[in-house]
Nanobody
Framework: QVQLQESGPGLMKPSQTLSLLCTVSGGSILTTGYSWSWIRQPPGKGLQWIGY???????VYAPSLKSRTSIARETSKNQLTLHVSSVTPEDTAVYYC???????????WGQGTQVTVST
């Protein structure tokens, strides 16, 4: 059973850089064919895909966030990271990490972590 657990700062101020961690257990982030995504849900809105990193280390980003976003991995710890620079209140959301399988289905999700950007 694969489990994902997000962790992050909770409350931030505008212009800061958001850093989130996703710790994966029960499966390796290096397993061939899988990718690991970051997805967020702003209050009252639908899910917004942020980007993903593949088992081989290639990262792909949503065009609207590409200039401010970086996804990386720490293979020795089986962890993923998300960095979003210059945050604004519009970045307030629940942030999830999820595994996407070889059929492009999101088969495992973390419970999500709330990030609030406020002065």
């Amino acid at each position: 059973q694969v489990q994902l657990q997000e962790s992050g700062p909770g409350l931030m101020k505008p212009s800061q850089t958001l850093s989130l961690l996703c710790t994966v257990s029960g499966g390796s982030i290096l397993t061939t064919g899988y990718s690991w995504s970051w997805i967020r849900q702003p209050p009252g809105k639908g899910l917004q895909w942020i980007g993903y990193i593949t088992w081989s280390g290639n990262a792909v980003y949503a065009p609207s966030l590409k200039s401010r976003t970086s996804i990386a991995r720490e293979t020795s710890k089986n962890q993923l990271t998300l960095h979003v620079s210059s945050v604004t209140p519009e970045d307030t959301a629940v942030y999830y990490c999820a595994r996407r399988d070889t059929a492009a289905r999101y088969d495992y999700w973390g419970q999500g972590t709330q990030v609030t950007v406020s002065t």
